[in-house]
């Protein structure tokens, strides 16, 4: 358990008084980080702990650690004791103790018959448990305990019984008995209905047959439907396009004035004309001669 940042006139964090019966407490691995007393007076104080003398009350503390406790008045800034007992113990022994720095603790005593509102009844006594070797100190981090595993119990007694009689009785009896009827007796009937519908069966229950499905052409193992041609109308019409003018001028290439066939066809043009040129003129000198 840790009580932080506690603050108050006297004990900072925690104040010990037993008006009309003693009061014991027992503190057991506790941790009193940045208390403060902010009385000045002489008579108070106690940053972490004040015991006040009302009473004769004791405190036992094991494994208890101060750390930046402070009293205005500069008395016990981890405990003040008025009256009354203080035991400091390491911390249990089930845990490992670390020593600290120093207690800072004051004690103060009222004699009988001084100004004071209540005298002591005995003296104030801070001292630390016959178990404590290591003084009025602060401890901190006491470990915890290692738990350890329980080892298994050795047991004399044997994990199993070894018996003398055999696991199974051998038997010269076959395991089975042949039999010279067929195991099944063949029938006409079929042996059942089909298990499953077959693949191609159409399926009216689940779809609706579309007019836009139908194949209207198959084109290089391509399907050609009527959603197809409504959805790709101006692609297909550029593709024609594209057609038309790539076979136009392969054509132009091939039986155009410029190509090589058409400049053959002039050729065999002007060969013509000129041998029906020749044969005029040896027809008209034929007739000449004649006459």
Known sequence: MTLRNGWSTFGGGLTIQGSQSPATVDLTVVKFSNCRATSNSNYQGGGGIYISQSGVNALYTHGVWFQNCFAVSGN?????????????????????????????????????????????????VSTVASSNSMGMKSFFLCDPPETEEPSPVPSDSPSSIPSDSPSSIP????????????????????????????????????????????????????????????????GFALGISFAFVFWFVCRRRVHGDGSRVAKEKKQKKKMKKRLKDHRDASDSDDDDDRL
């Open 171 to 234: 038997s010269d009896s076959p395991s089975s008995i042949p039999s010279d009827s067929p195991s099944s007796i063949p029938s006409d009937s079929p042996s059942g209905f089909p298990s499953s519908i077959p693949s191609s069966a159409p399926n009216t229950s689940s779809s609706i047959k579309n007019d836009n499905d139908e194949v209207l052409v198959n084109l290089a193992g391509v399907n050609i439907t009527k959603e197809l041609l409504t959805n790709n109308i101006p």
């Open 76 to 124: 016990g800034g981890d405990v003040f004791n008025w009256c009354s007992t203080y035991v400091v113990d390491a911390c249990p022994e089930q845990y490992t103790s670390h020593a600290g720095n120093n207690l800072n603790f004051y004690n103060r005593d009222n004699k009988p018959g001084t100004n004071q509102v209540v005298s002591c009844e005995t003296s104030s």
